[in-house]
């Protein structure tokens, strides 16, 4: 709540009031900090995109808002994972009615799933970009519009969880191989404009998929990996699956640092696949390297601070504190 009270009076972005808060440790000493996720470049560079790089800096710790690379470039000084790439075993990952409920139908011994979802309702538009960064920006901000022209977002625009579905495009169109539909999960059917050819709604029924998680946040370079090992997993035991379209689920705001969840889905019917399209799964982010699990910086760095919360770059996030002290280690 002290740390609240003076981010709001001195104006400071806040996420969302009802958000993750983090409790820095000190070994060695009884000193606490309190800390509320204050951004990061995946972030800022999505609001860069939106929003334009002057009016992004208001998406920042306002000490921060003049200074040039924020976001450190150094190479990785200690083997420290604190995205825990592994996704985990939580069943719960993302309950109703906040994502649609399935069936498990089989869980292989290597984690790949087979679900069922029986109703699913979304709100989409396909971004005219070939490009996976933009599409989620370009996407994000035609969805959070509507939303609010319907009524329900009433916040101010914010970033939020991605479902995208990643599409082969015709082999004709070699320089723009793959193209991108951004969804938005609605509870219910909300009215829609039937003539509106850029934002569309509609309810799937009886989705048949297999699954495959990950952990972390979905960057290019770990979609890829996902996507080569789902397809792996499902040729070498002989299952059918669609092979011109990926989706990706992505369950988590980006304030969320540690057990983060993502899915890749593609869908059991072999038969959607097109064969004028590319093939969706082996040609997506085709050269990109492995990612590193090391690859998360060791650094921990005073940014700027006043008498009331500081503002620290740790790891490859920046966090806003306030200190506790307290002879009780709990």
Known sequence: EKLFMSLTKAGEPILYRSDYYFVFHYPGSFQKRIAAFGGNKGMNTFYQKVEGKEAAKSRLPSCLRGKEDIWTQEEPTINVDLSRRDCGQSKNFCPAPICPTFK?????ETGTERRLYENVTTMYTKPETCDFDDSTSLGQQALYERAKAIGIAPYDFKMFRQMVEIVGNEKSEPNCPHSFVEHFILDGDPPMDPTDDIIKNKTWVNLDFHVKCFGGYSDKRSVADTI?????????????????????????GRSRVFDRHNDIMVDSNAYCSDPKRQDQLSEFFAGDSSTDAADIRYLRETLCTNPEYSVHRVYEGVFVSTSVHNSDPE
């Open 104 to 108: 498990l139908e089989e869980k292989l």
């Open 228 to 252: 080569q090992s789902l397809q792996t997993d499902l040729q070498e035991r002989g299952i059918s699956f669609c092979k011109d379209a990926v989706n990706l689920v992505e369950y988590n």
